[in-house]
């Protein structure tokens, strides 16, 4: 019987946790302004399947670590590899959409989820820094909220 989950086992689930937290608050603050500016549908991210995707996972994982998880192991340094999911993310998504530039700086919706192309392919540095940065604030959140809130587990 394993009575203490791997050190690597920990840092999955908490950069998995930061991830999702990432892509729920920027379903939640991002897309609305993306659909101001005539792109995409913000109302499309909470149907069907995507209110999982895109909110109760995500609130899950959140009240899941900060509550149930055992106290972590993890040290203050190790979180920066928390942003390590979402630059990899970010490296993926840029590549795919600026392989797909079209005459006039445009992306077509297909390759750009974001609407991205609409507020200029200047601003991506900055918005991928923004993720990225984002990213690790939402690990070292959890790693701290982790360290100072949560239910001891009942051992028998």
Same mark, same amino acid.
């Given at each position: 019987?394993?009575?203490?989950?791997?050190?690597?086992?920990?840092?999955?689930?908490?950069?998995?946790?930061?991830?999702?937290?990432?892509?729920?608050?920027?379903?939640?603050?991002?897309?609305?302004?993306?659909q101001l500016m005539?792109?995409?549908?913000?109302?499309?991210?909470?149907?069907?399947?995507?209110?999982?995707?895109?909110?109760?996972?995500?609130?899950?994982?959140?009240?899941?670590?900060?509550?149930?998880?055992?106290?972590?192991?993890?040290?203050?340094?190790?979180?920066?590899?928390?942003?390590?999911?979402?630059?990899?993310?970010?490296?993926?998504?840029?590549?795919?959409?600026?392989?797909? &530039?079209?005459?006039?700086?445009? &992306?077509?919706?297909?390759?750009?989820?974001?609407?991205?192309?609409?507020?200029?392919?200047?601003?991506?540095?900055?918005?991928?820094?923004?993720?990225?940065?984002?990213?690790?604030?939402?690990?070292?959140?959890?790693?701290?909220?982790?360290?100072?809130?949560? &239910?001891?587990?009942?051992?028998?």
């Amino acid at each position: 019987k394993v009575k203490k989950l791997p050190n690597w086992v920990r840092y999955l689930k908490l950069f998995a946790t930061a991830s999702t937290t990432l892509t729920m608050l920027a379903v939640l603050c991002f897309a609305p302004f993306s659909q101001l500016m005539g792109y995409g549908k913000a109302s499309n991210l909470f149907e069907n399947s995507n209110t999982f995707y895109h909110l109760l996972c995500p609130l899950v994982g959140i009240v899941d670590y900060l509550l149930f998880e055992a106290r972590s192991e993890i040290k203050f340094v190790n979180t920066f590899y928390g942003m390590i999911p979402t630059a990899a993310y970010a490296i993926f998504y840029l590549s795919m959409a600026l392989s797909h &530039i079209q005459l006039g700086n445009t &992306i077509p919706e297909a390759y750009d989820w974001y609407g991205l192309s609409a507020i200029g392919i200047p601003w991506w540095p900055l918005m991928t820094m923004l993720a990225i940065g984002c990213s690790y604030l939402f690990t070292w959140c959890l790693w701290f909220g982790n360290k100072k809130i949560y &239910i001891k587990q009942i051992e028998k």
